[in-house]
């Protein structure tokens, strides 16, 4: 190693301590990079060693093996904030969401109060177009500001390139590694920004969302256009009718909890791993839970609804082996 990456880099170090699951084995190697040389040096690092990497934020919507992994994984930890022009900010993607929203507080900046009780960071709200009460990160997104994992060069998104979805975008399908972005602000009322930001924390502690270890919702919810049941849909009242029961449809989605609700799963138990009672789209670690103990149950949801109804199932959370 050269010195620079000697000072970086750590060996052996526990997952577990790295993600809001509380879950996984030790990684060989991590690193915490704060800015594009150390990632630069790192990467090189790693392609010369035939390491494999892995990008890591908060930790907050990833299940990591029991075994560890084999390669290294580069915590982005760059908490940076630039006040652009009176319209613009830059953000750096290690900004955890907590610490965004008291700048917005702060600077009375107002539109991002649905980001309250999401437990990630800038960049991996903008990496999964995270979203919450009605909106999404792709409305406020400007451009993105990558590095090109093979070549380590710099790239400017913009927001129709980054082919935004509901949770997609380009860069799950990309090399580049987000560092940043460009998010548009607007002045208001600080006294409402912060009312709207305890009420938003309260509606998922009043929830339980934070009760036990978990990474929010396991699975992305059920577009209804691309269903059966579309033809079942009531625009007016926002509803559809699926096996005689009237079902709410927000957004134009259905709630992949009342699918495996309907399969009598809540309160499942494998281990230390629990299909929450409280919302049937969590799986909570409860007692020292094991990452094969969250995957049985995984697998055990998307069974159990594609056998009771023709929908498949896709994880919003990254499952790494």
Known sequence: MTRLISRQIKEDISLKDYTTFKIGGKTKYFTEIKTQNQLRETLRWAKDNHLPFFILGNGSNVLFSDNGYRGIIIKISNHTLKKINQTTILVGAGLTIGE????????????????AGIPGTIGGAIYGN??????ETKNFVKKVITLNSQNFKIKHYSLSQCKFGYRESVFKKKKDIILGAEFIIKKGKKQDIQKKIQENWRYKIQRQMFQYPSAGSVFKNII???????????????????KNQVISVKGGKISAGWFIEQCGLKGKIRGGAKISDFHANVIIN????????????INLIKKSVEKKFPINLEEEIVILN
């Open 130 to 135: 995270a979203g919450a009460f009605g909106n």
């Open 286 to 297: 409860f007692k020292q839970a094991k990452a094969k103990d969250v995957l049985f149950l």
């Open 224 to 242: 209804l256009k691309e269903t059966p049941y579309a033809k079942f849909y009531d625009k007016r009242k926002q509803t559809v009718k699926i």
């Open 100 to 115: 965004f929203l008291q700048k917005c507080i702060k600077h009375s900046w107002v539109g991002y109060e649905w980001l």
